[in-house]
């Protein structure tokens, strides 16, 4: 069974940088499902992708938010991690990672999706 479980500070201070890690279990990140992504969604608001790495370590971000997102991996502990620079509180979401067999760009339909994790507030405040 795969599991996605998502991890990292509940709370970021404005202009600072959001570290996330996203640990994959019951599937290789670079042999398993093959894109890794990276999903938000702000209080009272829908869903936001961010951006998305594949298993042989390409990147793809969303035109809004590519400036300052960087995702990468760790293969060897089987983990996504996600860098958002320069956080306001308008970056205030809960922040889910998602796994898809085929790479979609820009989508948030849960159902195009093959797994989900739980998802991790984090909180842009000072």
């Known amino acids: 069974q795969v599991k996605l479980q998502e991890s990292g500070p509940g709370l970021v201070t404005p202009s600072q940088t959001l570290s996330l890690t996203c640990t994959v279990s019951?599937?290789?990140?670079?042999?398993?499902?093959?894109?890794w992504h990276w999903i938000r969604q702000p209080p009272g608001k829908g869903l936001e992708w961010m951006g998305v790495?594949?298993?042989?370590?390409?990147?793809y971000y969303s035109p809004h938010l590519k400036s300052r997102t960087f995702i990468a991996r760790d293969t060897p502990k089987n983990q996504v991690t996600l860098q958002l620079l320069s956080v306001t509180p308008e970056d205030t979401a809960v922040y889910f990672c998602?796994?898809?067999?085929?790479?979609?760009?820009?989508?948030?339909?849960?159902?195009?999706?093959?797994?989900w994790g739980q998802g991790t507030l984090v909180t842009v405040a000072s």
């Open positions: 998602a796994a898809s067999k085929t790479l979609i760009l820009g989508v948030t339909s849960k159902d195009a999706y093959e797994y």
């Open positions: 019951g599937a290789s990140i670079a042999t398993g499902f093959d894109y």
């Open positions: 790495i594949s298993y042989s370590g390409s990147t």
